[in-house]
């Protein structure tokens, strides 16, 4: 009989298991590590992007606080889909109100992604907090600070996560990628990188899917992510600023219809060309063409055809090239 291997997301197989093996956010990870050594913390509310450690850090915390057998102290609830006000009074309260044994004098219960609460479950949270701190102390993760009540964050210690480090997030993937045997060109763990914007989660998944390729390339990570390769959208963006308007209509159907991709995508990709310092044109006229790109990604995610959208902003891209670049547009 054939061994079933099961597959297993590299995102969680990678996952730190105490604070030690967490990549950057050094300041976090030490204020934490004081929690872990006095056995003692307050409420914790961890605000930032996702993909930054939010939950990675809560996990490692409470490990090095219980050791090995930290679920028996531990609830995880994720409020995006236990939100209301029921949650808060009933599951909440049974796993807080009872005692704990050991050396840690209260059981720890993280609630993710906090912010997807309702005002009133929120409310319901604030006195359960106040009831029961002698036997719990919470933690709560969330990607927007506003949308958590004020009565909440003041009973809270504030840990604000941001973005990794293109070097930590590069330096992880290089790590995954020889641990899983995989081979990798630099400049695509780099490519990565430049998608997510500091989110190691996303970084890692995307690193996985890739690696179905054989090699991990950045034709192979644009292939994953449903992108066009950035010469692509670069053609058309040219071609537009030198007025050569259906040669740039052309490059904008063969990357609707040869790549699939969205309006949305070609927005994202082209507002990426026009701030990279790559692209020389004037100040006014990369300043213009930001606000009209902006007008018509707004048009199209409340619902205008994609290709009249996009055939109107490369028409607007020709105008303003003629005007603004002229004799030097050849």
Not at 15 to 41: G, H, W, Y
Not at 222 to 228: E, M, N, Q
């Amino acid at each position: 009989m054939s061994e079933i291997v099961e597959e297993v997301l590299w995102a969680e197989k990678y996952r730190p298991k105490t604070l030690n093996d967490i990549v950057d956010q050094e300041d976090i990870v030490s204020r934490l590590k004081r929690f872990a050594q006095e056995k003692n913390m307050p409420h914790l509310l961890f605000a930032g992007p996702p993909g930054t450690g939010k939950t990675t850090a809560a996990l490692a915390l409470v490990h090095d606080l219980y050791g090995d057998n930290y679920l028996q102290y531990f609830l995880e609830l994720n409020a995006s889909d236990e939100r209301g006000i029921d949650i808060i009074r009933n599951k909440v309260k049974e796993f807080a109100r009872t005692m704990v044994p050991g050396n840690v004098p209260f059981k720890v219960i993280l609630l993710d992604e906090a912010d997807n609460m309702t005002a009133d479950a929120q409310q319901a949270l604030r006195r359960t907090m106040e009831l029961y701190t002698e036997t719990t102390r919470f933690i709560l993760a969330c990607n927007y600070l506003s949308k958590i009540i004020d009565p909440i964050q003041s009973r809270t210690a504030l840990f604000r996560f941001y973005p990794l480090k293109k070097d930590d997030i590069v330096g992880r993937l290089e790590y995954i990628s020889k641990q899983e045997k995989v081979d990798f060109d630099t400049k695509a763990l780099e490519t990565i990188y430049d998608v997510t914007m500091g989110d190691m989660r996303k970084s890692i998944n995307i690193l996985q899917a890739a690696s179905a390729y054989g090699k991990v390339t950045v034709e192979s990570v644009y292939k994953v992510l449903g992108f066009a390769q950035p010469k692509e959208v670069r053609d058309m963006l040219n071609f537009a600023l030198k007025g050569k308007f259906m040669d740039a209509r052309e490059k904008l159907r063969s990357l609707l219809v040869t790549y699939g991709l969205s309006g949305e995508d070609i927005v994202k990709q082209l507002h990426r060309e026009l701030t990279s310092n790559e692209l020389q044109i004037p100040e006014e006229l990369r300043v213009l063409l930001m606000d009209y790109i902006g007008e018509i990604e707004f048009r199209i995610i409340e619902g205008a055809d994609d290709e009249i959208q996009l055939s109107g902003l490369l028409a607007k891209i020709a105008i303003y090239g003629n005007k603004y670049l002229g004799s030097n547009n050849e």
